[in-house]
């Protein structure tokens, strides 16, 4: 069974801090992904990645930035945290050729105080 | 530029109801297409997807939607919802051979469904 796996489920911190959300995939997937879910504006791409070492800038990347230093492994960090990142984050994989379907993590939900 | 639309924000149905949701998508070049969908307190999981072929692509749980390519379309649709399919779809696209594989995503219909 495929699986993603998102470091925590619930992280509260304070506002200024550095935060690390960790996403982990066990399926040898090449693109793994960071949306942001917030009610009524769906799913918002933060950054992406199709390769180890590699990164693309989605949607919504400022305030946020990446690091994929192994293949199973996708990290985002909010370099210094405020409330308007408080919200709900998603990490996703899936394979190449792209077009396959994406597999989500359970999702972290962060407030930030 | 890449979007999707989904029409309704909220749909509220009775059991045995009729469903269709809608969705449009705007993007330059051969799609894939697919519908999400989140339970509350669950993480997303895939209902259906359509890659190619039978226009009219059958999920999980009985749902099914079909492509109309001159519309620019993938609707949902269920002949009778239970209280169990309340939760939030996502209509979501992709370049087919696009080998970075990014969706874009609706913003979501959340469908109520009471018993």
């Known amino acids: 069974d495929v699986k993603v796996t998102q470091s925590s489920r619930y992280l509260v911190k304070r506002t200024g801090e550095k935060v690390f959300l960790e996403c982990v995939q066990d399926?040898?997937?090449?693109?793994m992904f960071w949306y942001r879910q917030d009610p009524g504006l769906g799913l918002r791409l933060i950054y992406f990645s199709y390769d180890v070492k590699m990164k693309e800038k989605g949607d919504i990347p400022e305030g946020y930035s990446v690091s994929r230093e192994k293949k199973e492994r996708f990290s985002l960090i909010l370099e210094s945290a405020s409330t308007n990142q408080t919200s709900m984050y998603l990490c996703?994989?899936?394979?190449?050729?792209?077009?396959?379907?994406?597999?989500f993590g359970q999702g972290t939900r962060l407030t930030v105080v | 530029a890449q979007s999707v639309s989904q029409h309704n924000h909220h749909v509220i149905l009775s059991e045995a109801a009729s469903l269709e949701l809608g969705c449009n998508y705007s993007y330059g070049g051969t799609v894939n297409l697919f519908w999400y969908v989140q339970y509350p307190g669950q993480h997303l999981q895939l209902l259906l997807k359509y890659f190619s072929g039978d226009p009219l692509v059958k999920g999980i749980k009985g749902f099914e939607a079909e492509f109309i390519k001159s519309k620019f379309s993938f609707n949902l649709r269920k002949p009778s919802v239970q209280w169990s399919d309340t939760a939030e779809y996502f209509c979501a696209v992709n370049g087919r051979g696009s080998t970075l594989g990014r969706l874009y995503f609706g913003r979501g219909t959340q469908l109520t469904v009471w018993p």
């Open positions: 399926m040898d997937h090449e693109n």
């Open positions: 996703a994989s899936s394979s190449n050729p792209g077009g396959l379907e994406a597999f």
